[in-house]
């Protein structure tokens, strides 16, 4: 398979489980939800959220910039930043052969609530000149682009929930392809805009207000009640093998596999059934030319909704049986940080797969009979696996899944 092998040499984190990857695997090995009151959703009707913390902005990326920018862009850029110091990739080398793909679900909505309030109130001229480019999803890959001087393919996918996974399957095909050497991809969003956790919450898609917000996320259990507001950003430094072996970069995974799909169901309902994302699985793992009894590992979507881990538990049973393989649910710890979600999920992988261990996932205690999956809890599991699955799900009926090996 090394013709179609595409190697991760490099990872970027910013997450609220912590900002480089052994922070980040100790909070998730750690077993707990980073769940709190947020102070900036103070009023609303559920104000708490999991907050990316001990990131400054205008340290990390100087006062000018970082007031110019969006949070969703702000984490974009350190990640991304991150993930290319970890690679040690020489962009100036061939920047034209240097691609950056994100995934970003929605436009931010962070300051342009502020806009539109100023437009509603008469006063277009108070309006900033900077709100559009600040907010729209494309200046995520843009700003990476121009602070890292990558000069090839340049776009951001959006696809709802499964954005940044998307990303990473787009990437590998440019890889394949051979329009590009090395590609930036991954994802960056945060859901913790007034605006969009209002609409959330009117749309009940949220857990509903607790004196507990870190039991508030329960993927999977009986008693899940929906997802808690999260943030991000996650970007992987891809690369085709031969480049990154030429360069004699350490590979730290492999992207084996990459499949996508819709349900062509219902606006924001997964199919009950879950043969959206059963159709992504499987085509992932054609792609990776596996089975899937050579998986030892899922890293689940597991939004803690009753109709969506009730589709993503039915079509992993019915691809896996009975016994899958061992399966956590960040979100449980991180939340739901959108079109970052899966981009952050897969990095959680990759480093599943260099530890040979699978974090727990928070706050599951008792299962719905007949949608049983191996969950692992409290603790991490040692688990000996070659290769690992990351699902992701979003609006639309949007599927993506990803095929990850060792090194």
Same mark, same amino acid.
């Given at each position: 398979?090394?013709?179609?092998?595409?190697?991760? &040499?490099?990872?970027?984190?910013?997450?609220?489980?912590? !900002?480089?990857?052994?922070?980040?695997?100790?909070?998730?090995?750690?077993? $707990?939800?980073?769940?709190? /009151?947020?102070?900036?959703?103070?009023? *609303?009707?559920?104000?708490?959220?999991?907050?990316?913390?001990?990131?400054? #902005?205008?340290?990390?990326?100087? #006062?000018?910039?970082?007031?110019?920018?969006?949070?969703?862009?702000?984490? $974009?850029?350190?990640? %991304?930043?991150?993930?290319?110091?970890?690679?040690?990739? /020489?962009?100036?080398?061939?920047?034209?052969?240097?691609?950056? +793909?994100?995934?970003?679900? =929605? !436009?931010?909505?962070? &300051?342009?609530?502020?806009?539109?309030?100023?437009?509603?109130? $008469?006063?277009?001229?108070?309006? =900033?000149?900077?709100?559009?480019?600040?907010?729209?999803?494309?200046?995520?890959?843009?700003?990476?682009?121009?602070? +890292?001087?990558?000069?090839?393919?340049?776009?951001?996918?959006?696809?709802?929930?499964?954005?940044?996974?998307?990303?990473?399957?787009?990437?590998? /095909?440019?890889?394949?392809?051979?329009?590009?050497?090395?590609?930036?991809?991954?994802?960056?969003?945060?859901?913790?805009?007034?605006?969009?956790?209002?609409?959330?919450?009117?749309?009940?898609?949220?857990?509903? #207000?607790?004196?507990?917000?870190?039991?508030?996320?329960?993927?999977?259990?009986?008693?899940? !009640?929906?997802?808690?507001?999260?943030?991000?950003?996650?970007?992987?430094?891809?690369?085709?093998?031969?480049?990154?072996?030429?360069?004699?970069?350490?590979?730290?995974?492999?992207?084996?596999?990459?499949?996508?799909?819709?349900?062509?169901?219902?606006?924001?309902?997964?199919?009950?059934?879950?043969?959206?994302? /059963?159709? @992504?699985?499987?085509?992932?793992?054609?792609?990776?030319?596996?089975?899937?009894?050579?998986?030892?590992? +899922?890293?689940?979507?597991?939004?803690?909704?009753? @109709?969506?881990?009730?589709?993503? %538990?039915?079509?992993?049973?019915?691809?896996?049986?009975?016994?899958?393989?061992?399966?956590?649910?960040?979100?449980?710890?991180?939340?739901?940080?959108?079109?970052?979600?899966?981009? +952050?999920?897969?990095?959680?992988?990759?480093?599943?797969?260099?530890?040979?261990?699978?974090?727990?996932?928070? !706050?599951?205690?008792?299962?719905?009979?007949?949608?049983? *999956?191996?969950?692992?809890?409290?603790?991490?599991?040692?688990?000996?696996?070659?290769?690992?699955?990351?699902?992701?799900?979003?609006?639309? $009926?949007?599927?993506?899944?990803?095929?990850?090996?060792? @090194?």
């Amino acid at each position: 398979m090394a013709d179609r092998d595409v190697a991760v &040499t490099g990872l970027g984190l910013v997450t609220p489980a912590g !900002n480089d990857e052994d922070a980040v695997w100790k909070t998730l090995a750690a077993g $707990g939800s980073v769940a709190a /009151e947020d102070p900036d959703l103070s009023g *609303l009707p559920v104000g708490y959220s999991c907050r990316v913390r001990g990131m400054d #902005p205008e340290t990390e990326l100087g #006062p000018r910039l970082a007031r110019r920018l969006d949070r969703f862009t702000h984490m $974009g850029l350190v990640a %991304a930043r991150s993930a290319v110091r970890d690679a040690r990739v /020489e962009v100036a080398a061939a920047p034209e052969r240097v691609g950056v +793909i994100l995934g970003v679900g =929605s !436009n931010s909505l962070e &300051t342009y609530t502020t806009e539109f309030v100023r437009l509603g109130e $008469g006063r277009p001229g108070k309006v =900033s000149p900077l709100a559009l480019p600040r907010s729209v999803p494309s200046m995520a890959a843009g700003e990476v682009a121009i602070d +890292i001087g990558a000069r090839g393919p340049n776009f951001t996918v959006s696809s709802a929930c499964a954005s940044g996974a998307a990303a990473l399957g787009v990437a590998r /095909e440019l890889l394949l392809s051979g329009m590009c050497d090395v590609v930036l991809a991954g994802g960056c969003e945060s859901a913790r805009s007034r605006m969009a956790a209002t609409c959330f919450a009117q749309m009940r898609a949220l857990s509903p #207000p607790t004196d507990r917000p870190d039991l508030a996320c329960r993927p999977f259990d009986v008693s899940r !009640n929906g997802f808690v507001l999260g943030e991000g950003g996650a970007v992987l430094v891809l690369e085709r093998m031969g480049h990154a072996r030429r360069r004699k970069a350490v590979v730290r995974a492999v992207l084996r596999g990459f499949g996508s799909s819709a349900d062509a169901f219902h606006p924001f309902s997964p199919h009950p059934d879950g043969v959206g994302l /059963e159709q @992504a699985v499987l085509r992932a793992f054609a792609d990776a030319r596996c089975a899937a009894r050579d998986v030892g590992h +899922i890293n689940a979507h597991g939004t803690a909704t009753q @109709a969506g881990d009730a589709a993503e %538990a039915a079509a992993l049973r019915r691809v896996f049986g009975d016994r899958t393989p061992a399966v956590t649910a960040p979100k449980s710890i991180v939340g739901h940080a959108l079109g970052a979600a899966g981009a +952050i999920e897969a990095a959680v992988t990759v480093l599943s797969l260099e530890r040979q261990e699978v974090p727990p996932t928070a !706050n599951l205690t008792r299962q719905a009979p007949g949608l049983e *999956l191996d969950v692992v809890t409290r603790r991490p599991r040692a688990v000996g696996f070659d290769l690992a699955l990351s699902t992701s799900c979003g609006f639309g $009926g949007q599927n993506a899944a990803l095929v990850f090996g060792a @090194a």
